[in-house]
């Protein structure tokens, strides 16, 4: 059993890039991006019941004309009932995505608070697919 978890208010600090970029070309419908999460409360004296917390960050990607373009790949963090990532702060990972099949062109993929719709951070990806 996993205990109980607490929503962490917005007060996290979540950062994406694509190999260590904010704007990029990728040349793959399956993009890797590094998503770091930290909340200012982890410091050094830290509450035991802290480390249990996750925040829920909400990924969307989406094309120039906004509309979404692709979704979070499967990965550890990813829940399945909301489809949102569950990442504990203090984490650096990575996570793929998965962009449709015909996209080409720019997109943005943002980090965002699903509670708040505050977003954490935003990337630039230029696609383009080589045939």
């Known amino acids: 059993m996993e205990p109980a978890t607490r929503k962490v208010e917005s007060k996290a600090s979540v950062t994406l890039t694509y190999r260590e970029k904010k704007k990029a070309q990728v040349t793959s419908l399956t993009p890797i991006l590094t998503i770091s999460v ?51 702060p203090g984490t650096t990972t990575t996570v793929p995505l998965r962009l449709e099949e015909d996209f080409q062109g720019p997109c ?24």
């Not at 982890?42 to 960050?57: A, M, R, S």
């Not at 943005?108 to 045939?131: F, H, M, N, S």
């Open 38 to 88: 930290y909340t200012p409360q982890l410091g050094l004296n830290y509450e035991e019941e802290q480390i249990h917390n996750k925040v829920d960050i909400e990924i969307r990607i989406q094309g120039t004309r906004g509309s979404s373009v692709g979704k979070v790949g499967p990965n550890e963090f990813l829940d399945p009932d909301t489809g949102f990532l569950r990442i504990r």
């Open 108 to 131: 943005t993929v943002a980090a965002v608070d699903p509670a708040t719709g505050k977003q954490y951070d935003r990337i630039e990806l230029d696609v383009d697919i080589l045939d």
